[in-house]
């Protein structure tokens, strides 16, 4: 409650002198219409002091009001400020907040292919755009004052993070560098490292959310909170989680399946009668997200008031106006458009970005009520809700599922609470027999986040530090990274780890006597024997692999045959070799009798495989159409019906192993063996060996960790030596070229301009054969057979997959792998999109067993489009007539890609 007594004079005098000493915050401050908090002025005035900071607060807290501060001084000053962000989407979304602040004319927007206003006073960029400008000197960082990087615990990001790193390495020291981050457990120590490289920096943290946080889960019907009045978990919610389960468990224990499901519908009605609306909705699936929707729209649940839905219609028809028809179609627009209606709906990466984006103003205005969504939502777009809901504490991290960590958890529910609307927020868990209440419980109640460095050194970044400082002085900036900061503070624990267990190893060594003899060395022999056993049976299966691959390489289109072991074990018929390069093993396309067809490792056939007849395919059989899939699965079926199950095949016959055979005969003539104490001392044996294992462990990471950003340096070094873009200190006419290209496939990018292995293509083609080095399957694409089109764009890609096997040669021997294999499955997609097909022609000829979603093209269309602009302007500068007619092509390509959805607006 806010007291309505006049200030004191102690009060009036210490605003007085805030006014006096901080004349630029007093004026900033009037233009907001409430009061800063402590963190935001403690923030400001040590940005008004002239130094750099690092702000880190919980999401909603208000950290960009820091960042707008710096804007505002570089406006009073008449400097220059650049506020970076991690992603397109934020430098919109600022970009538009500035913009509505101080007017178009003094704010720009840069990022990659977006250029509005370049030399504003005020430029809204995406990280990379800013670093292309360090490496280049660009004329546009004359004046800068001020650099904000929002959200720059993004730096943990192992393929983006490094580029933060770079920023903060090389900006000129007269640049004030004001950091924004989520609340992260070693906020100190990045603040160390900031004063290390910038000098002057004030670390301020808040963990104080601005609108408090009540945790909750929802068994069944009913909303239980997770903490009792005591902050100990909840017993009534124990109690009924436990009945729950042992429900569970009893209607199984009568021999029926129970499948484990959340009713999303259901759940956001009991959402809307406990008044805990709006609400975000995670679901760590696109398909869950859309799935969802649908449930709600069947369930003919209505969220909206016949007022709130025609304001919906209305902004997502202008919203969606510049697209064609048949586009709209072919991306689901009008079951998108009735889940707005009734006030819920998808957001993840597949949907269009236009659709994202006006889900989220929806959501803003308060007109979108629930928003089904996967984790990427938390990732710094401004969505606060009333509520976050979680459906899983467990997602799929590209390996494997594992369980959410803390600060993920802090991450997403960190949304729940609109500030200066809601009075608390709400973050519910949804029960399910794998979700414990601790588990929810011990989740919230911690708050670790770490901030950890992703900083490694690539083919770019080395051609750029050695060609702007020298090939030493490369050495030192990458020893003054945030990775080898963290390094350095690590060796001394680590160091400590390893004394420890070489002491323990020696205290547990003193109790080992054998009046039989040296019985370490007893223990350390039958050690060496179980390892040698080990690799002799791995031989051995090695052996029986090969035996399949050379039936596998013996087989004709139609052979029938038997998989013993696997997940596709039994009758399948051959369809075709799958031979990839020299050298390669085969990866055979197979139909089984159960109806799957792909292509199979012929590692996973180690167990054996044989032939057993012989029958006729249909002419140009594609395995990708269900119908001709079908039919085929009938007649093999009828083909093996009556041939016998094979019950044990032949195997090749396990060689015996010399050095087993010896390890065998010393451990027997060993002094120790047969002793009587023999299980007693191997107990402290094995303890003492696990113990020496650890300190040797530990010793070798110290090594390793010590050196491991140099070695690095020094293989890519290594590499580019090798292909000629260094020499020595010094880099080439050819590293030039490559300081042009940032991709993660960029000497690939380099080699193919320098060699003119791309020119000639038209600019459709050239879309296409780029679109293959910076794509990324969802799927495994050896599980499919990924067509591209014949004659120009097949011969250019077979030598641009060439000039990849030459580069991951020299990478497998310099032990470094940087570059990643081209992928074809975009290739189709992007060369019919380029030649002015319409949407659903493009994305039906995608890779994988289903079309690919609007936004995964449009997102991938737009990093093509960023490629060809690099490509056209390095190959202006090779300056030859194909190389310039090539930079024509790429420029062209870029207007044939930009058009329809992939169009910015």
């Known amino acids: 409650m806010v007291s309505s007594a006049s200030p004191s004079p102690a009060e009036r005098y210490s605003a007085a002198k805030l006014r006096s000493e901080y004349q630029s915050l007093s004026a900033f401050q009037e233009t907001y219409p409430f009061e800063l908090d402590e963190f935001q002025m403690d923030a400001c005035q040590a940005v008004e002091k002239g130094h750099g900071v690092l702000v880190c607060a919980p999401t909603g807290a208000g950290k960009t009001v820091v960042g707008e501060f710096a804007v505002h001084l570089a406006q009073e000053y008449e400097g220059k400020c650049f506020y970076t962000t991690p992603i397109k989407a934020l430098s919109n979304q600022k970009y538009h907040d500035l913009v509505a602040a101080y007017g178009t004319e003094k704010v720009g927007l840069l990022t990659g292919d977006t250029v509005i206003n370049p030399d504003a006073s005020v430029v809204v960029m995406t990280t990379e755009v800013l670093r292309n400008m ?38 000129p020291q007269s640049v004030a560098v004001i950091s924004l981050s989520a609340t992260v457990s070693n906020a100190e120590e990045f603040g160390d490292w900031l004063k290390s490289v910038r000098g002057s920096t004030e670390v301020v943290v808040s963990e104080e959310r601005p609108v408090p946080l009540w945790q909750h889960m929802m068994v069944g019907n009913v909303l239980f909170d997770v903490f009792d009045h005591h902050g100990n978990l909840n017993p009534d919610l124990r109690q009924k989680a436990k009945r729950k389960l042992e429900q569970g468990e009893r209607y199984r224990g009568r021999g029926k399946k129970r499948r484990s499901f959340a009713d999303r519908a259901q759940i956001v009605a009991n959402l809307d009668r406990e008044a805990l609306l709006p609400a975000i909705y995670f679901i760590f699936s696109r398909v869950g997200c859309d799935a969802a929707v649908e449930e709600c729209v069947h369930s003919d649940l209505k969220l909206t008031t016949p007022e709130e839905r025609s304001q919906i219609m209305a902004l997502a028809e202008e919203r969606t106006a510049h697209i064609e028809s048949d586009d709209l179609q072919a991306v689901g627009y009008w079951r998108w458009m009735d889940g707005l209606a009734r006030g819920v709906a998808a957001h993840h990466a597949g949907l269009l970005p236009v659709f994202k984006e006006t889900v989220e103003e929806l959501f803003l205005r308060g007109l979108i009520k629930v928003v089904f969504a996967t984790e990427t939502l938390a990732l710094g777009i401004n969505m606060p809700a009333r509520t976050v809901v979680l459906e899983r504490l467990v997602k799929y991290d590209g390996e494997s599922h594992v369980m959410l960590t803390p600060g993920q958890y802090t991450q997403l529910t960190g949304r729940a609470g609109r500030r200066g609307i809601d009075v608390e927020g709400h973050a519910v868990t ?7 209440p601790r588990d929810v419980a011990g989740l919230a109640s911690k708050r670790t986040y770490p901030l950890n460095s992703s900083f490694a050194p690539s083919y770019n970044m080395a051609v750029n530090l050695i060609g702007t400082a020298g090939r030493k002085r490369a050495a030192e900036v990458l020893s003054s990274s945030f990775a080898q900061f963290q390094t350095d503070a690590a060796a001394v624990h680590i160091s400590e780890q390893a004394r420890r267990a070489e002491a323990k190893a020696d205290a547990v060594v003193a109790d080992l006597e054998c009046d039989r003899g040296d019985f370490l060395s007893y223990y350390e022999l039958s050690q060496e024997l179980a390892k040698a056993e080990k690799q002799a049976q791995k031989r051995n299966r090695g052996l029986r692999r090969d035996e399949a691959i050379h039936t596998l390489n013996n087989l004709r289109p139609g052979d029938i045959i038997w998989m013993s072991s696997g997940k596709r074990a039994g009758w399948a018929v051959f369809i075709d070799r799958g031979l990839g390069r020299s050298g390669s093993e085969p990866r055979p396309l197979l139909l089984t009798a159960s109806g799957w067809a792909g292509k199979v490792a012929g590692a996973s056939l180690q167990s054996g495989v044989e032939k057993h007849g012989w029958m006729k395919l249909p002419k140009r059989f594609n395995h990708r159409d269900p119908r001709q899939r079908r039919d085929l699965t009938a007649s093999l079926r009828e083909q093996t019906k009556y041939l016998d199950t094979p019950k044990r095949r032949r195997r090749t016959r396990s060689q015996e192993d010399p050095e087993v055979d010896r390890l065998r005969e010393q451990l027997r003539s060993h002094p120790c063996h047969g002793c009587p104490q023999t299980a007693s001392h191997t107990s402290i044996a094995a303890r003492w060996f696990l113990l020496n294992k650890d300190a040797k462990v530990s010793r070798e990471r110290l090594q390793k960790r010590s050196s491991s950003l140099d070695r690095q340096f020094q293989a890519v070094c290594a590499v580019l030596e090798e292909f000629d873009y260094l020499s020595g200190d010094a880099v080439t006419d050819s590293g030039q070229l490559l300081r042009r290209i940032f991709c993660e496939s960029d000497l690939l990018v380099a080699r193919c301009l320098e060699e003119g292995v791309w020119e000639g293509l038209q600019p459709a083609e050239l879309a296409a054969v780029a679109s293959a080095v910076i794509y990324e399957s969802r799927f495994e694409e050896d599980e499919w057979l990924v067509a591209i089109p014949s004659g120009r764009i097949a011969d250019v890609m077979e030598v641009t997959q060439r000039r990849w096997d030459a580069i991951h ?4 021997r310099n032990n470094v792998a940087l570059t990643s294999k081209p992928q074809m499955g975009l290739v189709w997609p992007m060369y019919r999109w380029a030649r002015g097909e319409p949407l659903a022609q493009a994305l039906k000829a995608a890779d994988g067993p289903y079309p690919m979603p609007g936004g995964d093209f449009v997102r991938w269309a737009r990093r093509t489009i960023d490629l060809l602009h690099q490509v056209g302007d390095a190959a202006k500068a090779i300056d030859t007539s194909g190389s310039r007619d090539l930079a024509n092509k790429a420029f062209a390509a870029v207007d044939l890609v930009r058009r329809g959805v992939v169009a910015d607006l």
């Not at 720059?152 to 900006?171: C, K, N, Q, S, T």
């Not at 040669?809 to 497998?812: H, I, P, T, V, Y």
Request: glycine share 4%; net charge negative.
């Open 809 to 812: 040669g020299c990478e497998k």
């Open 134 to 171: 360090i490496y280049a000197s660009s004329p546009a960082l004359k004046n800068l004052r001020y650099v904000v990087m929002d959200e720059v615990h993004y730096l943990a990001d192992r393929f983006r993070g490094p580029v933060w790193e770079e920023i903060i390495i090389h900006l």
């Open 430 to 436: 949804i029960w399910s027999e794998e979700v414990h």
